[in-house]
Every structure is written in structure tokens, then in C-alpha cells.
């Protein structure tokens, strides 16, 4: 009953294919076809936010998404985020505010606050709690990452102001 | 947290799709979104042979405003309706409930239809959709069917829908433009299935209030529709009286709550209606 397909997406930019089984997950299938490790799978029950990545431009919980799904989308890694030694401004944000401490969750934390952003380029306290509720940190650096995202925010204003 | 492995097909017509799922005997499952579905197949707490994904069926991801009421395609997502992507009937209220509904990873992801299929009894839209008098439509091997939501559930993961039918998408009436709601829910953890919650809307011509996370079919509560509708303001001294009309409402209806959740019960309902007189709605991202 159960047969192998192939899929084709965009990964990152790249137009890629793989083989894959129907039950197989995208957080899988990132992890051991295309050696992607920054999304991981923690809960498996879409609680935790470590295995976030963008389908067609919205965070998802790879955990929850068969990778079949990602057939014909466009995929979204933590890894495609640097423009060649220029980490994404969200990424430099946490180094700066020392937003983790093992950063297990960081890929995901980052994920998500790129739609935070997008949505919400000047987020209240309340609006970074509410997009991030999905997004458990057990190393409790919630302080700081909400600090990244405040000073985040801020770059990307004054980058705006210049352009 | 690996799925066994599973067929998957994704039908383009919503006759294949009942095809699909009639000849594979109730070993098939229906896939909106698998926000609730997924975990269960990554904990293998539900094991099916064949998963028949109706993301693709035509018109299950549309929503149309036809005046006197809006109809959402089984496959729109919480999000979609949390931003205003498609129309709202509610006068606030689906937007608000949407953006309460788990993380915004799984609203991004979850849709109305699946939710409504699968009735957790503490998902949110169930006791939404019969507060707001929606009507649920479904097509099987006998053709189209429809309820109103109110009737759609007959127990905890058990609805009016057969075997082999899907359900297509949700009529939702255009609440009365001078229509106030308040709707309330009790979660230990921000996004987590709620241990209680209550939904009360103010209109001319007929108040509607109901508990949700009841353990089985959303409650509607007549005593307390009455109560609301001679209402002219919310005092915390009318708490008593909504608590012994809820009561009644609960034990008319054939029900019983534990002592627990009769109070969280309460308490839902008492800040679902100072909610419909103004009280502030309660801050997003935190539990309640």
C-alpha cells in the first residue's frame, strides 16, 4: 500500500528532489536527505517549535508536515537565511543579545520571528509573547530573546529609514 | 515519534475522494491540515492505512461572502481567518478565537474543517460555530448532507459525519452589526487544548451562549440567553445568578460537570459576558 514517491521543491532557493515514503516527516527528511540539522525534532507533537521552518513563506511545525506535503513548495531553512558570511540580521540579533544558551531551539525561535517581523515590524511585548508561545526555550533565555527580537526590530527600522 | 508507514493519495475531485475512502472500508483518513492528526500518527496512537489528503479538492480552500452569510471551504486555516484573509461574518469574534488557537505554527497549518471533523471537545470551533448558528456541509456517498453545528456532534470525536463522507465547508451566518460577544477560555499553557470555555453573544432578536471543552457536545444555555438578553450591564454581583442559570442549563440539557469544571465553567462564562459588555479581552500569549 505504502510506496515510495518523489517529490520536487524548492529548498532554499535550489530546486531539489527526493524520494521519500508518504509517513516520512519534512523535519526528517531536511535532516537525513539534504543533511539540513538546524531544524530538529524535539516533541513530535508540534508543541516545542524546534522543527520550524517556512513552507511557501509561513512557519510550520516540521514535525507536523508529512514531507509528501512540500511537494511542488518552497521551502525555507534556518541554513538559507546567511547571504554568504552575512548572517539574516534576526541571527545576529540573538548572538548580540545572547539569546540562548545550548541553542537546540534557536533555529525555530528564528523561524518564527521572521514572520513576527514580517507581520509585525514594531511588535508589541504582547505580540512577540503571542507568536513565540510555540517556542519553548529549556534553557529559559526568554528574557534575552525577547530583547533579540526588540533589537532586531529595531535594525531592520533603521535599515528601512535608509533604504 | 515516527509514523508507521502510510499510503497517501490526494484526490482532485471530491467524488474520488468518497470513492477513496468508501472502498477502503474505514481504514482511510481524512487529512485537512494534520495538525491533530500528525501527532497522532508520530505518537501511533491512531493507525490507518491510507491517508486521503483533501487539501486539493476544488473549493475547499475558498471562502465566499454571500451577504446574509459567509461560506468557508473545509480547508481554510485558522490563520487565514486570524488575519482577515477571508471574510468575516462574526463581527470580530472568528478572528479573535482563531488567533487563540494553539501556536502560529499550527495555525498556519490547522483548518476550521479539520478541526470540526476530528471535534476534540475542546477545540475551539466547535461551541464557535454553534454559538455563531453555522450550518456544516458534508458530501458522501449518498451526495450533499448539512446540520446546523449545534446538532453536529453527537459525543467526544464523534459527529454527525459517516464513515466515508467529507466534510466540505461551513456556513456561517452575518452576526447583527450591533451584535456583542465574549467568549473565554481556561488553558493551563498558553495554546494548549482549553480545560473550559464559554462563548455569549448579545444581538436583537435572540442572545446565544454556550460552553465549550465539556467533555462531549458543546452546552447551549437558554436560561442564560434569557438572563443576557434582559441584561443592561455587567455587575459582579449578577455572577450568582448566571452560575444557578447555567446550572439548570447543564442539568436541562442532561449533562453533569464535576465540581472543577462547573466553577472553571463559571468563570469562563462570567468573563465571556463581562467581555460582551466591554471588559477587556484577555492579553494574547498568556494563559488564562
Known amino acids: 500500500m505504502s510506496s515510495p514517491r518523489t517529490i520536487r521543491f524548492t529548498l532554499n532557493g535550489e530546486p531539489v528532489s527526493a524520494t521519500i515514503m508518504p509517513h516520512e516527516t519534512l523535519v526528517d527528511v531536511l535532516q537525513h536527505r539534504f543533511d539540513l540539522r538546524g531544524a530538529r525534532e524535539s516533541c513530535g507533537q508540534g508543541l516545542c517549535g524546534c522543527c520550524t521552518v517556512h513552507v511557501d513563506g509561513k512557519p510550520v511545525s516540521g514535525c507536523l508536515f508529512l514531507a509528501v506535503f512540500a511537494d511542488g513548495a518552497r521551502v525555507d531553512t534556518v541554513e538559507g537565511l546567511a547571504r554568504g558570511d552575512a548572517l539574516d540580521p534576526v541571527q545576529e540579533a540573538f548572538i548580540e543579545a545572547g539569546a540562548f544558551q545550548c541553542g537546540f531551539c534557536t533555529p525555530g525561535f528564528v523561524m518564527m520571528v521572521k514572520q513576527l517581523l514580517k507581520e509585525h515590524p514594531e511588535p508589541t511585548d504582547e505580540e512577540v509573547r503571542h507568536y513565540l508561545t510555540g517556542n519553548l526555550c529549556r534553557c529559559s533565555?526568554?528574557?534575552?530573546?525577547?530583547?533579540?527580537?526588540?533589537?532586531?526590530?529595531?535594525?531592520?527600522?533603521?535599515?528601512?529609514?535608509?533604504? | 515519534m515516527k509514523p508507521a508507514p502510510i499510503a497517501y493519495v490526494r484526490p482532485d475531485t471530491v467524488e474520488r475522494?468518497?470513492?477513496?475512502l468508501s472502498e477502503s472500508g474505514g481504514e482511510a483518513k481524512v487529512l485537512a491540515g494534520g495538525q491533530s492528526l500528525v501527532?497522532?500518527?508520530n505518537l501511533r496512537i491512531a493507525a490507518f492505512e491510507r491517508l486521503v489528503d483533501v487539501t486539493g479538492l476544488p473549493g475547499l480552500r475558498s471562502a465566499s461572502d454571500e451577504g446574509s452569510e459567509v461560506r468557508l471551504g473545509a480547508c481554510v486555516t485558522h490563520e487565514r481567518i486570524q488575519t482577515g484573509d477571508v471574510p468575516d461574518p462574526s463581527?470580530?469574534?472568528?478572528p479573535s478565537t482563531a488567533s487563540r488557537i494553539a501556536y502560529q505554527a499550527v495555525r498556519n497549518r490547522g483548518t476550521i474543517g479539520g478541526s470540526l471533523a476530528l471535534a476534540d471537545p475542546a477545540a475551539d470551533w466547535l461551541a464557535t460555530m454553534a454559538a455563531l448558528g453555522a450550518a456544516i456541509e458534508w458530501v458522501g456517498p449518498d451526495g450533499p448532507g448539512s446540520c446546523p453545528a449545534e446538532a453536529f456532534v453527537e459525543a467526544a470525536y464523534t459527529t454527525r459525519l459517516g464513515l466515508y463522507d467529507v466534510l466540505t465547508g461551513i456556513?456561517?451566518?452575518?452576526?447583527?452589526?450591533?451584535?456583542?460577544w465574549g467568549t473565554y477560555k481556561l488553558c493551563r499553557k498558553t495554546g494548549e487544548f482549553a480545560h473550559a470555555m464559554a462563548i455569549a453573544i448579545r444581538q436583537p432578536g435572540g442572545c446565544r451562549a454556550f460552553l465549550g471543552a465539556t467533555e462531549g457536545a458543546p452546552i447551549r444555555l437558554p436560561a442564560v440567553e434569557d438572563m443576557l438578553a434582559g441584561l443592561r450591564g455587567w455587575d459582579a454581583s449578577d455572577a450568582a445568578r448566571l452560575?444557578?442559570?447555567m446550572a439548570a442549563d447543564v442539568a436541562a440539557a442532561g449533562r453533569s460537570l464535576s465540581d472543577v469544571h462547573a466553577w472553571q465553567s463559571r468563570t469562563c462564562l462570567?468573563?465571556?459576558?463581562?467581555?460582551?459588555?466591554?471588559a477587556a479581552p484577555p492579553r494574547l500569549g498568556r494563559a488564562a
Open chain 1, 141 to 163: 533565555a526568554y528574557p534575552e530573546i525577547l530583547d533579540a527580537v526588540k533589537l532586531a526590530s529595531a535594525r531592520q527600522a533603521e535599515a528601512a529609514r535608509r533604504a
Open chain 2, 17 to 20: 475522494a468518497v470513492g477513496l
Open chain 2, 39 to 41: 501527532p497522532m500518527l
Open chain 2, 91 to 94: 463581527n470580530g469574534l472568528m
Open chain 2, 171 to 180: 456556513r456561517i451566518p452575518r452576526l447583527h452589526p450591533d451584535a456583542r
Open chain 2, 243 to 245: 452560575g444557578e442559570a
Open chain 2, 270 to 278: 462570567a468573563r465571556a459576558v463581562a467581555m460582551s459588555f466591554g
